[in-house]
């Protein structure tokens, strides 16, 4: 079966990074998303990573290990904005996304 | 700003009563999905149009229908609400199917089951 695991919940300081892992394993790999998702809102896009290594955009970060079936996502110099859900999304070999039940990120003062 | 549009945003509906949720986009995208989520859980796909290619998950319930007349409109129709159908239906659209189309999403409509 298809499966994308992230933990459930985390805890970090403002100011501070944090790195949320995701573990996948899926039929086939057309790349993996993360996206952003507020209480009570729509997801929003934030990466997209389909060959190894790690994509830097502003204050978020993205890393994929394919042979590892691992990604990750760092979010530096944490503000209380960044509180919310983060999932991770894999593409398979048929361009259906496969979700993670999302990391929710609590950010404290 | 070209967008995805939902309306509702909250829609209350009376268990076994049909509700139908809509969803336009301005993106002019070829691709568009409709998707349930329940607290703390994964968005769960039941369906999406490719054009007009309709494309229903194996385990969407014959109680969800979907309709596109057109490339900006897509409708999500319950016919028979039950109390696990509460949930937020989020509507998203993607330019194509290939690997690097990230999805954009609608605000979601919240559905009460009463």
């Known amino acids: 079966g298809q499966n994308i695991d992230q933990p459930t919940e985390m805890t970090a300081t403002e100011g501070a990074i944090v790195q949320i892992n995701c573990t996948y394993q899926t039929s086939g790999f057309n790349g993996l998303f993360w996206y952003q998702q507020h209480a009570g809102e729509a997801p929003t896009f934030l990466s997209y990573n389909v060959l190894d290594g790690l994509e830097e955009k502003g204050r978020f970060s993205s890393f994929l290990s394919r042979s590892k079936g691992y990604s990750y996502l760092l979010l530096k110099e944490l503000q209380m904005k960044d509180s919310a859900s983060y999932l991770c999304a894999v593409q398979d070999s048929n361009y259906q996304l496969i979700w993670g039940a999302g990391t929710k990120l609590i950010i404290k003062p | 700003d070209a967008m995805v549009i939902q309306n509702p945003r909250y829609q209350v509906t009376q268990f076994g009563k049909p509700v139908t949720l809509s969803c336009s986009q301005t993106l002019n995208h070829n691709v568009m999905y409709w998707y349930q989520q329940k607290s703390s859980q994964a968005p769960k796909l039941l369906f999406h149009y490719y054009d007009k290619d309709f494309n229903n998950e194996a385990d969407t319930p014959d109680n969800f229908q979907s309709r596109r007349p057109n490339t900006s409109f897509c409708f999500l129709d319950i016919r028979s609400p039950g109390l696990g159908d509460a949930a937020m239906y989020l509507c998203?659209?993607?330019?194509?199917?290939?690997?690097?189309?990230?999805?954009?999403f609608g605000p979601g409509t919240r559905l009460t089951v009463t």
């Open positions: 998203a659209t993607s330019r194509d199917r290939s690997g690097s189309d990230e999805q954009y």
